[in-house]
């Protein structure tokens, strides 16, 4: 495998009825499609010959002692490695399923993919993957698994138990009940993080997943909602009325009361025309039209 930062191993160019490749002038022209995940970076081997070589610099190393995932992270980590950084398959885990093969767009990033690498994993640990989606991947790219190839501008590591205690606590939610805060959060992130087939690729995912990790009023109002003993009861995203040269969407959270079954709404628009996705409103109530 040929190192991960040239976009163009992956490349398949346009053919007709399985002709001669046509002339890059001669291409239709495709827009981009973006990848907004979350998940975890596994490193795997994507051949023999490059297994062998990690086993025999592992030999070298001071790895008496370590588990295998240790030694994989100090072998990695030193920078007199870094060659075999390059030569690993880098994939993309959601929920269990191998989604992506990540490769950096810049080759210099082949850093981040290391800095991944967990000396002890946790399950919940997760990854953040932005980028662009691209072909799949040649077989002989990861020891045969065909997977489609995020060639990524943005990646970092944290744990769910991290990025929860990183939420600011609402002004209006009192210290003593921070852990319910906290237990509601981690309920609204995880419901994110389960929706179906929610692999980061769609323009509602990829809202979603921004929110998620980046707009904590989703938490404070849900916290606000179980305290008025009403229940979230579902997350719709739609196109917004806003949409036009730019793509917006609406994600809604509906709340039902647990006494009287009225449904509340509140909404916050996005915008997800490019690569990285921004707030155009914040969250506020929504009334159907």
């Known amino acids: ?61 001071d790895a008496g002692g370590l588990t295998d995932r240790e030694a994989l992270q100090t072998v990695l980590t030193d920078r007199a490695n870094r060659y075999l950084a390059r030569q690993l398959c880098w994939l993309f885990v959601i929920e269990g399923l191998e989604t992506y093969l990540l490769a950096p767009r810049d080759p210099a990033d082949v850093e981040l993919l290391v800095e991944a690498v967990r000396p002890r994993p946790d399950p919940s640990d997760l990854d953040v993957v932005i980028g662009v989606l691209g072909p799949l991947a040649p ?21 769910r138990d991290a990025l929860l205690g990183a939420i600011p606590r609402p002004d209006d939610v009192p210290e003593e009940d921070d852990g319910r805060f906290r237990t509601t959060a981690a309920e609204l992130f995880d419901r ?9 690729a ?27 003993n ?20 609406d994600v809604i959270f509906s709340y039902n009361n647990r006494r009287t079954d009225v449904t509340d709404k509140y909404f916050v628009r996005v915008d997800v025309t490019e ?11 929504y009334y159907e039209r």
Do not use: W
């Open 1 to 61: 495998m040929e190192e991960t930062g040239t976009v163009q191993q992956f490349e398949q160019p346009f053919t007709e009825d399985g002709g001669q490749p046509l002339p890059a002038a001669e291409r239709p022209a495709r827009a981009p499609s973006f990848v907004y995940a979350l998940g975890q970076v596994e490193a795997r081997f994507p051949s023999v010959a490059v297994e062998k070589e990690f086993v025999q610099v592992t030999g070298r190393a």
């Open 139 to 159: 077989p002989q790219a990861c020891n045969g698994l065909v997977v489609p190839v995020v060639f990524f501008d943005q990646l970092y590591s944290f744990d």
């Open 192 to 200: 994110i993080l389960q929706m179906a087939d929610n692999a980061g």
């Open 202 to 228: 769609t323009d509602e995912h990829r809202a979603l997943n921004y929110l998620a990790v980046r707009y904590p009023a989703i938490y404070a109002r849900t916290t606000a909602a179980h305290a008025g």
């Open 230 to 249: 009403a229940s979230l009861s579902a997350i719709d995203v739609r196109p917004s009325r806003l949409s036009g040269v730019r793509k917006i969407v």
């Open 275 to 285: 690569e990285f996705p921004f707030l155009v409103t914040k969250l506020s109530p």
